[in-house]
């Protein structure tokens, strides 16, 4: 029999403790509890998926569980499916570089569905959400990159899914049981998580949006199964799952950060990072490095610009969308995103509407823009996410900018007032200032002395209606 790392994990995973660790941890964890609930409430609003989040949340049946948006609860896999959905939609989502993919995404609407169908405590709830992400990190980075045309979308994400679920089903167990469904939780969770086409989103097609939801329901099957006895075969991560998804899979990885005693030695938390930019990772840099030209420069004149050369790493103009028909292939096309940003300023979440992307100025400005691939860059990558933007006007003359690591990462990671930013502008895009308040106040109960209604309060303000916001264009 193969040894398996998911039976580490799945005891590090059992032992998850949020209230014990270090400040730094709970602050980490906040920043990523508030602005995924403050992305997946924004994109819940988004007009190309709220036919399908109704439809689908309507035919789910009787729960516990709440989505956003909708005044009546549903059963967890349901909330889960839809309020995942919301997530990628406006690519606001979180992000871990060493696994390449988005962790919270996944293990955040599966705890919180969980607990309250379970009836959870906060603290647990908490814990469950460690567990998930701690998981899933080490998995995503273990493997390496995913294979040609494969995207991370519910990969690796769906066994944290699964993980987070098994925590909270395993309430009442002691240590050793708890960790046993954790550890057939993973298995059956990398036999049956998804393996979803890379090239969908920079296409534009909309069941792009299924990937992060079917990956969350998918956890929570695999988890409610391995409760009811379905369990996977032995060594399914190093047998199939990383083999299958890894581009380099390296098993040894998944071990990284579990001490000697069995539990967490290092949370994986602390290196990951928010998105500042409403656009694909791999595009961020060149915002940034524009930002930077706009600072220098002050407001840029469209007319004045002869060429722009952006020069980035091969594996970033894999994502690139040429010619994108939609707000979401928009979000992957270095061209469209470059413009929309001289044209009009900071790219807002909300600023790919069809009117701006057909406007005469940005469709003249994408012309001149001109993608290349630096070698230097190439070798910097994934350690760095490098970027350089050459602004050359017709006057001859030639700014450039450059950017090793993208606002939001590493050591240019977002503060807490940037955060806290960041997830106001999205939250007052569809809520109240009084629901805003509702939700800062929620969040920020988990540093200290977390409120044990945190669940139920929680749910009970994500089925606050919604203020659609029709401007934004499918």
């Known amino acids: 029999m193969v040894q398996s790392a998911a039976t580490a994990l799945a005891q590090a995973a059992a032992s998850s403790n949020f209230g014990t660790t270090d400040s730094s941890v709970r602050a980490a964890y906040r920043n990523f509890i508030l602005d995924t609930l403050a992305v997946m409430v924004a994109g819940a609003a988004h007009p190309s998926i709220s036919a399908a989040r109704a439809a689908l949340f309507q035919t789910g049946g009787s729960g516990k569980s709440s989505a956003v948006g909708f005044s009546s609860s549903g059963p967890a896999g349901t909330a889960a499916l839809v309020n995942g959905m919301a997530l990628t939609v406006l690519q606001l989502q979180d992000g871990h570089r060493r696994a390449r993919g988005h ?157 000697e005693d069995g539990s967490w030695s290092h949370y994986e938390i602390t290196n990951a990072y928010l998105k500042w930019h409403p656009v694909c990772a791999h595009l961020g840099p060149m915002l940034d490095c524009i930002e930077l030209l706009r600072v220098r420069l002050g407001i840029f004149d469209p007319s004045e610009v002869a060429e722009i050369r952006v020069e980035t790493y091969a594996t970033a103009l894999q994502y690139d969308s040429s010619n994108p028909s939609s707000d979401l292939a928009a979000r992957f096309s270095f061209r469209h995103a470059a413009a929309l940003a001289i044209c009009f300023g900071p790219l807002k979440h909300d600023g790919f509407g069809q009117e701006r992307l057909e406007h005469p100025d940005v469709l003249a400005l994408v012309g001149k823009i001109k993608l290349q691939v630096d070698e230097q860059f190439d070798a910097l990558y994934p350690a760095n996410r490098p970027a350089r933007v050459r602004l050359i006007l017709i006057d001859g003359k030639t700014e450039s900018a450059e ?68 401007s934004i264009a499918e």
């Open 403 to 470: 950017v090793l690591v993208p606002k939001g990462d590493g050591n240019q990671s977002l503060s807490r007032s940037d955060v806290d930013l960041k997830a106001q502008r999205l939250v007052d895009s569809v809520w109240d200032k009084s629901q805003r308040a509702q939700l800062f106040a929620l969040v920020d109960s988990v540093e200290g002395n977390v409120r044990n209604d945190l669940v139920t309060q929680l749910g009970g303000l994500l089925r606050h209606p919604l203020r659609l916001d029709a």
């Open 103 to 259: 962790p919270m995404s996944h293990v955040l609407p599966s705890a919180l569905a969980i607990s309250e169908e379970t009836g959870a405590s906060a603290s647990s709830f908490l814990n469950a959400i460690i567990a998930g992400y701690e998981v899933s990190a080490r998995i995503g980075s273990a493997l390496g990159g995913m294979q040609p045309l494969l995207h991370d979308t519910g990969t690796f994400g769906c066994i944290g899914a699964a993980v987070s679920a098994a925590y909270l089903l395993g309430e009442g167990r002691d240590s050793s049981s708890r960790a046993s469904l954790i550890e057939n939780a993973i298995g059956n969770a990398a036999a049956v998580a998804l393996f979803p086409f890379r090239d969908t989103c920079m296409e534009g097609a909309s069941a792009h949006h299924l990937f992060v939801g079917l990956g969350v329901q998918n956890g929570i099957v695999a988890a409610k199964a391995a409760k009811a006895g379905l369990l996977p075969s032995n060594a399914t991560l190093e047998r199939f799952f990383g083999p299958r998804a890894g581009e380099a899979f390296v098993p040894a990885v998944m071990l990284e950060g579990i001490g």
